[in-house]
């Protein structure tokens, strides 16, 4: 990983429906990010948020997705923000904000990268589409429009569509998938490692196979954490909780390991709510994580 890493916020809570995911980079800033990277001897910059705004919750009339205008143009926000992070030589960490953020991180990441693999650490899969999304809330697409699927200003923010490959995504902790979400990963043959694979197989086993099946044939991996992949035990603070999670040692064996296999080239940490939370808990683990995915060990 580059020594050199800069930080940018992008506290959107328009992709759904519960307020305070927008206070989601506050928390995380909160909990001693700046401070605990610093003591890993990385050169922190830290940019501060993108600007959002407070536009009013609408339902597009044609497509029927909540705050699609606002969305896009936040998103497009992000893409340039990360961009310019990029052309920097700085390694870009996205504090989120609801999971919809994922596409501008794509959008800017992929331009940089002929094959982008992506670990999508999620309780949910993401792959919903206008036609298959029983909510009509973004959060629940961002990894559909990154592979080309879905709304049109969704899928083409920066210009071009896909943004990755589904060969190229591991999802892992899932536990909450939607049935047109089921048929499209069995249709792109999308590798995910549900929480009945994570308990017959182990994290270590887990990750080991997630990182030999991306290494071989992508050029860097783009981490998209989402705190609820937790179980609410642990992560308390998120919008959509799903129980029977990932525990607090299994995640950070998994960013162990990630550290270890000098694949990660950009991360985000999404969907801190704080108002949702106990005593800032979740903001704290999501620091705790970033430690060990950036190297902090045991001894």
């Known amino acids: 990983m580059k020594k050199k890493i800069s930080i940018v916020g992008a506290p959107m809570d328009l992709g759904q429906l519960r307020r305070g995911v927008d206070m989601g980079p506050s928390a995380i800033r909160y909990a001693g990010v700046v401070e605990r990277l610093e003591g890993l001897g990385y050169d922190i910059h830290d940019m501060g948020d993108i600007e959002i705004g407070r536009p009013k919750s609408t339902l597009d009339s044609q497509s029927k997705l909540r705050n699609l205008h606002a969305v896009v143009e936040a998103n497009v926000k992000l893409k340039e923000k990360v961009t310019e992070i990029i052309e920097k030589g700085s390694f870009p960490l996205i504090l989120g904000g609801d999971h919809s953020i994922a596409i501008g991180s794509l959008a800017a990441i992929s331009q940089f990268h002929k094959t982008l693999g992506v670990i999508w650490y999620d309780a949910h899969a993401d792959l919903n589409t206008a036609e298959t999304s ?127 296999s000098k694949l990660i080239v950009s991360a985000e940490f999404v969907e801190v709510n704080p108002i949702l939370d106990e005593r800032n808990r979740t903001g704290t683990l999501a620091v705790d994580l970033m430690g060990s995915l950036f190297g902090e060990t045991l001894l």
């Open 134 to 260: 029983p909510s009509g809330n973004i959060h629940g697409m961002p990894l559909a429009a990154s592979i080309g699927l879905g709304d049109s200003s969704l899928v083409n923010i920066g210009g071009f569509s896909p943004k990755i490959l589904p060969e190229n995504v591991v999802i892992i902790g899932a536990r909450s998938i939607d049935e047109g979400e089921k048929i499209l990963i069995k249709e792109k043959g999308i590798k995910v490692f549900t929480m009945h694979e994570i308990d017959r197989m182990g994290m270590s086993n887990v990750m080991e196979e997630a990182i030999n099946y991306l290494k071989e044939k992508v050029d860097g991996v783009h981490l998209s954490l989402d705190l609820d992949a937790l179980d609410p035990l642990y992560a308390p603070g998120v919008g959509t909780p799903v129980v029977g999670g990932l525990t607090y040692r299994e995640s950070h064996l998994a960013m162990e390991m990630l550290a270890e």
